[in-house]
C-alpha cells in the first residue's frame, strides 16, 4: 500500500505544485478561452523534464549543504556546493522523474489524469478520473484540487496517521498561477521560494504519517533542517518541470 500511496502522492504532488508556470503576458486572459488551451495531454520534456534554479543573495560565500546518504543515489555523506546539488538533481531527478510520470492529461471536464509506473511496476497506467480537478480562474491562476478520499481509496490507505495527514492538507485547493507559449505547446512550470517555503511546514508530519518509504525518511529530514537556514540566504529559487503538448 505505502509503495503506491508514495507514487501517487509524487504524482499529483508534481501535477498540483507544478502548475505554476512561467507568464509575461497580459494578465486579463479570459478563463474559458485559457481552459480550451490547456485542455489535452501534455509530455515530460524528453531531455530535461525538471527545471531547478537555485541563488543565493549578494555577497553570500557559505552556500552549500550537507547531502545525506540517499539510496541508489549517493553511497556517503558530502558536503556540497549548492551549484553542484543542481548539477546532481538535473543529472538524476530528471530520468527518476521520466520514469515515475509520462503524460499528464487536462480533461475538458475538469479532471487531471497522468500516466504513471508504480514502483514496483514495469508499464505507465493511466490513472483514474477524480483523484485530482483543475480550474482556470482569471489573472492566470490555476486552482489544483487533490481529493483525498478518493486517493485514500485508489491507494487502500487503511492507517489512520496516513488519512488524517491527507485529509488536512489537501482540504483546500492549491492556487497557482500558470502559462501557456504562444503556440499553446509548451509548458515552462515552476514553484518559487514563496511558495516551497510554505509548503515546507507539511514535512515534518509527513514524515510523521510514514507515507515516505522508511529508507528514504533520514535523507528528507537532514534535507529539511538545513533548507530553512539556506533560503534565508537565497534570492531565487525556481523547481518545476518542462512540458510540451502531446
Not at 86 to 98: D, E, N, R, T, V
Not at 143 to 159: M, N, Y
Not at 222 to 237: A, N, R, Y
Amino acid at each position: 500500500m505505502k509503495k503506491n500511496l508514495f507514487t501517487l502522492l509524487m504524482l499529483f504532488g508534481v501535477i498540483g505544485l507544478f502548475s505554476a508556470c512561467s507568464s509575461d503576458d497580459d494578465d486579463n486572459k479570459n478563463p474559458e478561452e485559457e481552459t480550451s488551451k490547456l485542455v489535452g495531454t501534455w509530455n515530460l520534456d524528453s531531455t530535461s523534464p525538471l527545471i531547478f534554479e537555485w541563488e543565493a543573495k549578494e555577497g553570500v560565500k557559505d552556500f552549500k549543504i550537507v547531502l545525506p546518504v540517499i539510496p541508489g543515489v549517493t553511497e556517503e555523506e558530502q558536503d556540497m556546493e549548492i551549484s553542484n546539488l543542481i548539477s546532481l538533481a538535473q543529472m538524476f531527478g530528471s530520468p527518476m522523474l521520466k520514469g515515475v510520470i509520462e503524460t499528464v492529461t487536462f480533461h475538458k471536464d475538469g479532471h487531471i489524469t497522468a500516466s504513471y509506473k508504480d514502483q514496483q511496476a514495469t508499464e505507465f497506467t493511466e490513472s483514474v478520473k477524480g483523484l485530482a480537478t483543475y480550474k482556470v480562474l482569471p489573472k492566470e491562476k490555476l486552482s489544483v484540487q487533490l481529493h483525498a478520499d478518493a486517493i485514500i481509496k485508489e491507494a487502500k490507505v487503511t492507517d489512520k496517521k496516513s488519512i488524517d495527514m491527507m485529509t488536512k492538507y489537501m482540504k483546500e485547493p492549491f492556487v497557482i498561477s500558470y502559462d501557456l507559449d504562444k503556440n499553446d505547446t509548451e509548458l515552462e512550470c515552476y514553484v518559487d521560494l514563496e511558495f516551497v517555503k510554505k509548503y515546507m511546514k507539511m514535512v515534518p508530519n509527513i514524515l510523521e504519517s510514514g507515507v515516505i518509504p522508511e529508507n528514504l525518511q533520514p535523507a528528507i529530514k537532514s534535507i529539511f533542517e538545513q533548507v530553512d537556514d539556506l533560503f534565508g540566504k537565497t534570492e531565487e529559487f525556481e523547481l518545476g518541470l518542462n512540458m510540451n503538448k502531446h
